[in-house]
C-alpha cells in the first residue's frame, strides 16, 4: 500500500463522517424560502405549505421570503447567487424555463445555477372561452378561428407568460391567426374574459374552476396530454385534433448549484412524504393541482424537457421580451 493510498483512504474515512454529522445537525437555524412571485398566487401558496411542512418537521423556522419581479427572474437569480450552504430553499415555475428562451439577458440557468429537489405539483390549463363564442370543443373553435383570421382575441397573464406560450403553441401547431391581449397579471385577464372583452384563453384550472362551475366560462379543453380527474368528460387539446400539444404550469423546489447532497435529499424526503400523502393529493385535486414529488434525478430530466419544448414554441412564435 503506498502513501498517497493511505492517505486517500484515510481522507474518505474523515469525510464520510463529516458529511453524516452534516445531515445530521441541518438545520442549525431559520431556513429562507425564497418565493420570486408576490404574496397570493398560486407559488406563494405552495411555497408556504412547503416551508410549513418543513418548518414542523425540522423544528426550526422556514421563512418564507416573496420576492417577486420580471415574471419571477428576479427571485430566481436571488436564488442562483444565494450561498450553497443549506439554509436558502427557492420555488422554481414554468416560467423559469420558458425565460432562457425569451429573454435576451438571464441571470441564471435553470439546469446549472440550481440543485433539483423536487416538481411539487403540475397544474392543468383550461382553454375556456366566453360563453357567447359559438363553439363547444377544440374542432369548432379551430374552425371558427380559421373562418375569422385575425379577429378572434386571447387573454394572457403578460408577453411570455405560460397562458400566452401555451396559446402560441396552439395556434402553431393548428394554424391559427389570433390576437393577443396581454394583462398585468392573471385577475385582470379573467375579469375581461368574463365580461366579453376577450374571447378565450388558457388558465391555470385553480384559477377558473369556480367560474366555469357557475357557467361563467366554457370549458373547451384541458392542456395536459392526460384528462383532468374534476373534470373527466373535458377532452384534451390534444384529443381535440390538435396533435403533439402537451403543456402545464407547475410548481417545484431547488436549492442553490452546490448544496451537499445529504441536504437536497433530507429536503427532498420531507417535500416527498407531504406530495405522496393522499390527504395532500385530495387536496391538491380539489383546487386544481395534481401532486407530484418525483426525485431529482427525473425532475431534472423533467426541466431538460420544458426548457426544449419552450424554446420550440418561442422560436415558431417569435416570441421574445426586453
Known sequence: MTAAFRYALAL??????ATAVLAQAYPAKPVR?????????????????????????????????????????IGTELCAKSPPDGYTICMLTVAQTISPS???????DPLRDFA??????VLPSLLTTHPTLPVKNVRELAALAKSRPGQLTYASTGNGT????????????????????????QAPSVVDQLSGQVQLAFNTAVTVLPQVKAGKLKP????????????????TVEEGGVK????????????????PREIVAKVYQELAGMLKAAETRERFLAQGALASGIPPDEFLAFIKRELEKWARVAKAANVTVD
Open 116 to 121: 433539483h429537489v423536487t416538481l411539487m405539483a
Open 33 to 73: 424560502m425564497i418565493i420570486p412571485f408576490p404574496p397570493g398566487g398560486p407559488t406563494d401558496l405552495m411555497g408556504r405549505m412547503a416551508a410549513d411542512r418543513l418548518s414542523k418537521a425540522w423544528n426550526v423556522q422556514v421563512v418564507p421570503d416573496n420576492r417577486g419581479g420580471a415574471g419571477g427572474n
Open 12 to 17: 474518505v474515512f474523515v469525510i464520510l463522517p
Open 162 to 185: 405560460s397562458p400566452h406560450m401555451l396559446m402560441e403553441m396552439f395556434k402553431h401547431l393548428a394554424g391559427l391567426d389570433m390576437v393577443h391581449v396581454p394583462y398585468k397579471g
Open 220 to 235: 373547451i379543453a384541458v392542456s395536459t396530454r392526460e384528462r383532468f380527474p374534476p373534470m373527466p368528460e373535458l377532452q
Open 244 to 259: 403533439g400539444f402537451d403543456g402545464s404550469s407547475w410548481q417545484s423546489v431547488v436549492m442553490p448549484a452546490g448544496t
Open 102 to 108: 425569451i429573454y435576451k439577458k438571464l441571470g441564471y
